[in-house]
């Protein structure tokens, strides 16, 4: 999934921005469906990107695609059915308002389409990128809070652990979900919003485990000897007991990791996460939920299966780093 990410526009069938080339002609079609399609140049030439801005920020559509059962070339013109329209409705073009090399195209939809004519498979692809960077940037943000308040709370004690407690417990007092979006509100809506909204309210995990981790540790013989030599707390924090909590600490990240992406899902399924026309997993299942009962239940499920498959993923991750990075093993 993260290959899946970074290559992005590369090898989605859909290289338009955010994968939202809408056709409603072909819209709820079937995995598998199949298309002939009429390549019309554009009224203004569209610019070449190059491979680096394409894989980023994908590549406006050079032709303008029309969906047809079939075409018949007399002259100069070529004469087409629409799809799905009566016998008698034939549209000719001239030879110069059609791509030169392929005027007809055959397309594949493999995952079929949306309720807009858009690949669902582009957007699942690309979706890729919304859920692992919700995840990386929220845990990032959780991890430098949680361990910079935990660290100080459990290695002085006294009255700065009092007040940093404090804190803690007001913050783990609020449902998260409503602290959540209380900041979605008051940042806004949008792609880096959601961000910062999931990351403010994930720091509490680490710190309270932190503190507990560095409480039990700071009584240590190596802690004491590093006193001895005139090491500064700073020092003796981050070069010897961190690196003692890392295992634990790794595990709380996968798991956030994963709360994260179930959290940005539900946001976007409540319309108050990442904004169209930014292909988003929670998005899709947002518009598509109602098919569940229909013959489409696929639109639905399909993005609901990347959702379980990444976050058992980083879960099983998590557990194997812990197993791996085990200073004391």
Known sequence: MIVV??????????????CNHQQLEIAIRNPGFTVKMLQVKQPQKVPECNVFHKMLFGQ?????????????????SVYV????????????????????????ITKKFI????????????????????????????????????????????YFRGWVDDVLMWFINVVWSIPTLLLVIAISFALGKGFWQIFMA????????????????????????????????GYNSLHIIWKHILPNVSG????????????????EAGLSFLGIGVQPPTPSWGMMMK?????????????????????????LSFMLIGNALRNALSVRN
Not at 125 to 148: D, E, P, Q, Y
């Open 60 to 76: 406006p559509d050079r032709y303008q695609t029309i969906p047809i059962e079939r075409y018949r070339e007399v002259g100069d």
């Open 111 to 154: 995952l079929g389409t949306d309720r807009y004519g858009r690949d669902v498979l582009s957007q699942l692809l690309i979706g890729t990128r919304i859920s692992l960077a919700v995840g990386g940037i929220s845990v990032f943000i959780a991890l430098v809070i949680g361990i910079l308040i935990g660290s100080i709370a459990g």
């Open 248 to 263: 634990t600490v790794i595990v709380i990240a996968a798991s956030n990791f994963s709360s994260a992406i179930l959290m």
């Open 198 to 229: 999931i990351g403010l309210t994930m720091w509490v995990d680490v710190a309270r485990v932190v503190r507990g981790q560095i409480i039990s540790l700071r009584e240590k013989e190596f802690v004491e000897a590093g006193k001895a030599l």
């Open 287 to 311: 518009e598509n939920y109602a098919y569940i009962v229909l013959d489409n239940a696929y639109l639905a499920i399909i993005p609901g299966i990347a959702i379980m498959l990444l976050v």
């Open 81 to 104: 059915h629409l799809l799905d329209a009566g016998k008698e409705a034939e549209i000719g073009y001239k030879r110069s308002e059609i791509c030169d090399d392929q005027p007809v």
């Open 5 to 18: 990410a970074v290559l992005g526009y590369l090898i989605t069938p859909d290289h338009s921005p955010y």
